[in-house]
């Protein structure tokens, strides 16, 4: 009969097809996942400035911290037996999900691109000070924040305007000095 220290050498206790072998692989995977983040922020922090624009470090830490869970959570999938199943079958499944997402959001995947677009040619970045037409007329401005899906500019009466990224694509903005 083996003791309590001869099983926890063995990995009998944090095996992945024991409950506690489920909540240690958790634990693992939501500290990595954290670990990830703030290494993520503290590297974008360092090359603020120096490499990257305001806009850039906004949009890297959003799309690495997205794709930072996405992987924690594939990698605890495949580690746990009882997942591993469930793991196969949701690829399977997302990728007839996608075909179909993809059909039903063409303009959301539109303005996607164009935030892309916009995001690597850079036109104007975070700061900048633009003057754009919208349905009330022309407005003058301040890009606050750049998103894959729309851009929010200050006006200077102090207003948000939110612009879908495939109509700042698509329209002439004019940037001020």
Known sequence: Q?????????GEF???????GVIFYA??????????????????????G?????????????MGGALIWVLAVILYANVIPELHAFGTALLAG???????VGLAAQSTLGNMI???SLLMYRPFQIGDSVQLTVPVGVQTGTIEDLTLGYTVIKTQANQE????????????????A
Do not use: C, Y
Request: no cysteine; charged share 15%; aromatic share 8%.
């Open 114 to 116: 164009a935030g892309l």
């Open 2 to 10: 083996m003791t309590t220290l001869e099983r926890l050498l063995n």
């Open 94 to 100: 997302a990728s007839v999900a996608s075909v179909l």
């Open 27 to 48: 634990l693992v995977f939501l500290t990595s996942a954290w670990v990830g983040l703030r290494s993520l922020r503290i590297a974008l922090a360092q090359l603020e």
């Open 50 to 62: 120096s490499f990257l624009d305001r806009t850039s470090v906004g949009f890297l830490r959003r």
């Open 161 to 176: 305007i939110v612009v879908l990224n495939s109509v700042m694509a698509s329209q002439a903005i004019i940037k001020l």
């Open 14 to 20: 944090i095996h992945p097809s024991t409950w506690f």
